[in-house]
């Protein structure tokens, strides 16, 4: 059995706040379905799940707030929550949701993927750029081809260039 810790964890408080307001929106929104007009309405179990999550949370918060602060938390916030990677994945995400659009799927994944691949392995980019070549053709092929999922156009004419294949193959048949 593990023991519990005497001192609170670095970003335990916040966590904890940021599920408090999660539940208490969740119980809004529960409340929004039906009211309490009956105990068999269509809002009393979701409402009565989240009043659980709000009752539960209050309570974690209130013992999480007994306990001490932890020593040197910037330090250990830097160490447990926000490592170099983590950080640095975050910049690379938040970059690829701003250039998606403005690229299109194919140049902003390939992107993120030649980028991050880099990074995680330590600056090998011939390897990162084969394997992104390579997982974008098979994300490609899987969800726009086979499953017919539209992806953001961007840059590259891809409806235009995939009518014009179509059209070589039915004048070719």
Do not use: H
Request: glycine share 6%; charged share 10%.
């Amino acid at each position: 059995m593990q023991e519990q810790p005497t001192t609170r964890r670095p970003g335990e408080v916040v966590f904890t706040l940021i599920l408090l307001i999660g539940s208490l929106f969740l119980l809004w929104q529960a409340y929004g379905i039906s009211g309490f007009s009956a105990l068999s309405s269509a809002g009393a179990f979701p409402m009565a799940m989240s009043a659980v999550m709000v009752v539960s949370l209050a309570i974690i918060l209130s013992n999480t707030l007994r306990k001490p602060a932890p020593a040197a938390v910037l330090e250990r916030l830097r160490a447990e929550i926000l490592p170099a990677t983590v950080v640095v994945f975050c910049g690379l995400i938040l970059v690829y949701s701003l250039i998606l659009d403005w690229l299109g799927f194919i140049p902003a994944s390939f992107l993120f993927l030649l980028a991050s691949i880099t990074f995680l392995q330590g600056g090998r980019f011939k390897r990162a750029f084969g394997l992104s070549v390579l997982s974008i053709i098979c994300v490609y092929v899987v969800f726009r081809l086979v499953f017919q999922v539209v992806l953001p156009e961007g840059l590259i004419p891809e409806r235009a260039i995939i009518a014009w294949v179509q059209s070589l193959f039915s004048a070719g048949i």
